[in-house]
């Protein structure tokens, strides 16, 4: 069974040409970096919070400036870690369909050596151009859309759980 699987992935590398090995390595870190921050969100943050909150709450004094420019800080430490590698995995998430044009203009170079050799004649030849062609921009689309949505939610959360936390030290500090 893993064999059928290693030799199905490695007839579509062949396919798609070595660009595909990229793009797919590409993938690979930047799912790497989704699971961990979605591992954070899930586990470690929520004991974040509670410990910012108590922080804030156990302070004898939350009313004057320094007091306020202390809650900022603690938010923003909170937002950081939050948000820790948001900026790669949208940079990767960016790179994916780049990368994917780039397999499309090697796959189309070789249809064009193909094309110049043959005369255009040998459509079994430019077949292989082809398809080396629109396999790596298929894979860097679809990589890049999943990434976009992971993206968007770790965004979107990381902005919900900052105002939450706004919300949470400010009503500690009108008791």
Not at 13 to 19: F, N, P, Q, Y
Not at 63 to 73: C, F, G, K, P, V
Not at 157 to 170: F, G, N, P, S
């Amino acid at each position: 069974m893993f064999i059928d699987i290693f030799e199905s992935i490695r007839d579509f590398t062949e396919t798609g040409g070595s660009i595909l090995l990229v793009i797919g390595a590409l993938i690979f870190v930047m799912w790497i970096l989704i699971l961990e921050r979605i591992l954070y969100v899930t586990n470690n943050h929520k004991l974040m919070m509670k410990e910012t909150i108590a922080q804030w709450h156990a302070r004898p004094e939350r009313n004057s400036w320094n007091a306020m420019q202390i809650r900022q800080a603690m938010i923003s430490r909170v937002s950081l870690k939050l948000r820790f590698s948001l900026p790669i995995i949208q940079a990767l998430v960016a790179l994916c369909p780049l990368l994917g044009l780039m397999g499309t203009v090697t796959g189309m170079i070789m249809v064009f050596d193909v094309m110049a050799m043959s005369g255009g004649g040998n459509a079994r030849s430019m077949a292989a151009g082809v398809s080396q062609a629109t396999i790596p921009t298929m894979a860097g689309m679809v990589g890049a859309l999943s990434g976009v949505f992971a993206s968007t939610w770790l965004t979107r959360t990381a902005k919900t759980e900052r105002m939450h936390l706004e919300d949470a030290l400010q009503l500690q500090r009108s008791e």
